[in-house]
């Protein structure tokens, strides 16, 4: 496993969040982003949060990176897939942005309860949880990459 970098690109950094979002813009401009991303994350406007999580391909999405494909695994059961989409909907609708979490390789249906579990939240507890797990995200990606 490797060591958070003290400086990387946008495009690197664009890698690791799904896309070349303020939120990175800003990352690539500070030394050791991946250890202050948490701290940065904070300091976004509402905007900028709802940006780089939209980014962030949908949990068991038919469109998904390389990446996240690989992370999400191949659990490819119907009615797992279709609560999947109904729970995400669900979730975008009322808090106005992406469900984030760090799969971390787990099956989609151990994901289920934890999104039933976090729709239940409030909108700030849950914005905090979600760019949490985001960037929980691309630290793990940088780590595990060759």
Do not use: C
């Not at 494909?69 to 669900?90: I, K």
């Not at 797990?133 to 940088?142: G, N, T």
Request: no cysteine.
């Amino acid at each position: 496993m490797r060591d958070l970098p003290r400086q990387l690109t946008a495009d690197e950094l664009a890698e690791l969040f799904e896309g070349r979002t303020r939120f990175v813009e800003r990352l690539a401009q500070v030394e050791d982003p991946l250890g202050r991303a948490h701290e940065l994350a904070r300091t976004l406007t509402d905007e900028e949060k709802k940006e780089v999580l939209d980014a962030h391909p949908a949990i068991g999405a038919s469109k998904l990176s390389a990446r996240s494909a690989t992370e999400q695994g191949a659990d490819d059961d119907p009615d797992v897939l279709a609560e999947l989409a109904e729970l995400n909907r669900a979730y975008e609708e009322k808090f106005g942005f992406r469900f984030v979490v760090f799969v971390n390789r787990r099956p989609k249906s151990e994901i289920l309860p934890i999104l039933r579990e976090r729709i239940e939240r409030g909108r700030e507890e849950e914005l905090e949880t979600a760019l949490q797990e985001l960037v929980s995200i691309a630290q793990d990606r940088w780590r595990r990459a060759p």
